[in-house]
């Protein structure tokens, strides 16, 4: 993808307790630090901050044969509780929409607010699972 000219590649989120954890209502703040090895155009850097609910189950063809395959339903579902993009860093300009950015350490802050709500608890389970994640994209040309 970037072959060599992007190194140690960090996310890092700020504490917000003693616990390390967050909830709704908190604003999520930290920074992307990466090392470039040579100029390296780039047309953005992103976050993307998101929960989601995944279920999924099965009701009737416990053992036996076709018959009772038959009458097998399969349910699923998806509940997306907030989907938060963001923009750390664009170019807008006569470059076409390009960076250039030198070699060396780069460092970006960042900082969402997660909404206000009932949000659960993440969660991995057999029937299902409840995961918050936060994604930072580097998009080049």
Known sequence: MF?????NLRVSINRLNE?????SGDQVAGHVSFELTKQTKITSITVALS??????WSTGGGGGGR???RYRRVYSAKV??????GVILQENGANR???KLSPGTHVYPFACQLPHGDFP???HGPNGKIVYTLKVDIYRP
């Not at 072959?3 to 190194?7: L, R, T, Y």
């Not at 997306?80 to 993009?85: C, D, I, R, T």
């Open 3 to 7: 072959g060599a000219s992007i190194q």
């Open 80 to 85: 997306e509780y907030f989907n938060y993009k």
């Open 97 to 99: 929409g390009t960076i």
């Open 121 to 123: 608890s993440t969660f």
């Open 51 to 56: 929960g989601v609910a995944h279920v999924h």
């Open 19 to 23: 616990r390390n954890t967050v909830s």
């Open 67 to 69: 018959k009772r395959r």
